[in-house]
Structure formats: C-alpha cells, structure tokens
C-alpha cells in the first residue's frame, strides 16, 4: 500500500471538504460531516479532516500510480473550488 499525507493552509478547510465530498458524492462513495470525510476512488481511498487553520489529506492506493492518480484528482477539484485562495496547492509529503 502506497501512502501519502497532504495538508493546504487556509482558513476556509472545512467549507474545501464538504464541498469535495458532495461533488465527489455524485459518482463515489463518501462519508462526511463534522470537518471529517472519506472518498472511496476506485483507484485510492482519501481521508480529509479540516479545522480553522488547515485542511489535511491522507490518501493511499495500492501502487505509485493509483496513488499519483488519486492526489492529481483531489489537487485538480481543490484548486477549482480554492480559486480565491492565494497559494492553491496541496503540500504533500510521503
């Protein structure tokens, strides 16, 4: 199992996560409330906590790929829903 951990500073993390588990909702399965939620990919499984200063990302997949593929599709939906944030990307680490 591949594994890695992300975190975006703001102030807004939880409005980011229940905004990426509803649109995500629409075609996986996930469970949120309570600045917590979890997003079942078919490729990689999330899960996301928020609190006034951050919003953090621990994401794993069974290979490099799928993990790869996973932090792509959470950074790409962020940066939508972030376009008034002024650093809009996730800094992840192994």
Avoid at 30 to 54: K, L
Wanted: charged fraction near 25%.
């Amino acid at each position: 199992m591949f594994q890695s951990t992300g975190r975006f500073e703001t102030e807004h993390g939880v409005k980011y996560l229940t905004q990426l588990c509803k649109h995500f909702a629409h075609k996986i399965e996930v469970t949120h409330g309570d600045g917590h939620g979890e997003c079942h990919f078919p490729f990689g499984h999330a899960v996301m906590n928020a609190d006034a200063t951050a919003l953090t990302i621990a994401v794993d997949a069974p290979d490099a790929d799928q993990l790869a593929r996973t932090k792509a599709v959470i950074d790409d939906h962020l940066a939508r829903f972030a376009f008034r944030e002024p650093e809009r990307t996730i800094q992840w680490s192994a």
